[in-house]
C-alpha cells in the first residue's frame, strides 16, 4: 500500500494528488486559496455560494481564459479573467457583485506562480468591487494542459428600467470607443515573441465599471457598449451592423492608436483594428446626447474619442475611411488573427 501524500507545504508544484478530492485538495484550497480569498462565504466550503442579490434583475455571463504567456506586462491570466468577466457585465449595464472561478492546473506546475495569480485575482476583484464567493479546482496530466487555465463566471444586477442592445442602433447614432485600441493584444504578442518595442507596453487590462456607470449617467439614451476583446474594435462594429440590421461607417483617422501599437501591426502585416483590447469600451449614443458622453469618458482618459456613425447603408456592413482618406470594407475576422491572447 502507498503512502498517504506529503502535505501541500512539502510541495513546490501541482502534483496529481492536489486535484484528487482528498487531503492535498482540502490543503491546496485551505493554504493558497482562502489565504487569497477568504470570506465567509468562500470560507464556508459549502458546494454552493449562497448571496444577497439586490435588484429584481440579474446579470449572468461566464468566461475562459487560456492566455500564453501567463504573465504579462499590465496583468497576469488572475487579473485578465476577474477584469474580462466584470468587463462582460459593465457594458450590460450591470454592476457585478460575485464571482465564481475554476482552475485547471497542470500537474507541475509551481505552486508559487499559482499563489500569485490567485493574489492578483484577489487585488482585481478589490478594484472593481467585487467578490470571488465559489471555486473549483481540477488537476491534469503534466504535459495535457498549458499550466493553468481559468474558468470565471460573474453575476451582477441591472436597474429595471434599463434595456441595452447590440440590435438597438439607429441610424445617427455615434460610435465611441473609451481610449487606444490594441494595447493588450500588442503587448502579449511582443512579450511571446521577443519583439523589441522602443517603449515598454502594457495591456490595458482593467475594470470598465466605472466608465461603463459614466456613460449611463451622461447620456441615459445610451444605445449599447461591448468591450472589444478578441476581434477588437472592427469586430464589435461588424456585430453592431449585423445585429441592429444598419451600416456602420468609421473614421479610421480618428481611432486612437499607440504608435507602438501601430508600429508593431505594420511590421507584423496586422490590422491595428483587429487586435484585443482588455480595458476600453465601444458605446453607441444617440447624437443628442454624443457630446456630453465623450466629455465623460475623457475624464478618465483624453485620448477616448468619436469614431464613427451608424447609417443606414450598406446594411450589416462596416465602411471606413482610411487613414490615407480613401474607402474600404471592414468585414468580420476570419480565424484568429493572435492566437491565444485571452
Known sequence: MNDCPVPLSRYDRVAMGHGGGGRLTAELIERLFLRAYGNEVVGALEDQAVVPAPGQRIAITTDAFVVRPLFFPGGDIGKLAVCGTVNDLAVGGARPLYLTAAFVLEEGFPLADLERIALS????????????????????????????????????????????????????????????????????????????????????????????????????????????????????????????????????????????????????????????????????????????????????????ALVGAVVDAPTGQVTATTVAGGERLVPMLAGEQLPRIC
Open 121 to 304: 485575482m484577489r487585488d482585481a476583484c478589490a478594484l472593481a468591487g467585487v467578490r470571488l464567493v465559489a471555486g473549483d479546482t481540477k488537476v491534469v496530466e503534466r504535459g495535457k494542459g498549458d499550466g493553468v487555465y481559468l474558468t470565471t463566471t460573474g453575476v451582477g444586477v441591472v436597474p429595471d428600467d434599463l434595456r441595452l442592445s447590440i440590435a438597438a442602433a439607429r441610424p445617427g447614432d455615434r460610435i465611441l470607443v473609451s481610449g487606444p485600441v490594441g494595447d493588450h493584444g500588442i503587448a502579449i504578442l511582443a512579450l511571446r515573441e521577443g519583439i523589441d518595442l522602443e517603449t515598454e507596453l502594457a495591456s490595458d487590462c482593467a475594470p470598465v465599471i466605472e466608465t461603463a456607470q459614466s456613460l449611463l449617467a451622461a447620456a441615459p439614451g445610451l444605445r449599447c457598449m461591448r468591450d472589444p476583446t478578441r476581434g477588437g474594435l472592427a469586430t464589435v462594429l461588424c456585430e453592431l451592423a449585423v445585429a441592429s440590421s444598419v451600416g456602420v461607417h468609421l473614421d479610421e483617422r480618428a481611432v486612437p492608436v499607440r504608435d507602438e501599437v501601430r508600429g508593431a501591426c505594420e511590421l507584423l502585416g496586422l490590422d491595428p483594428l483587429y487586435v484585443a483590447c482588455d480595458g476600453r469600451l465601444v458605446a453607441v449614443i444617440p447624437p443628442d446626447q454624443a457630446d456630453s458622453a465623450l466629455a465623460a469618458l475623457r475624464v478618465r482618459d483624453p485620448a477616448a
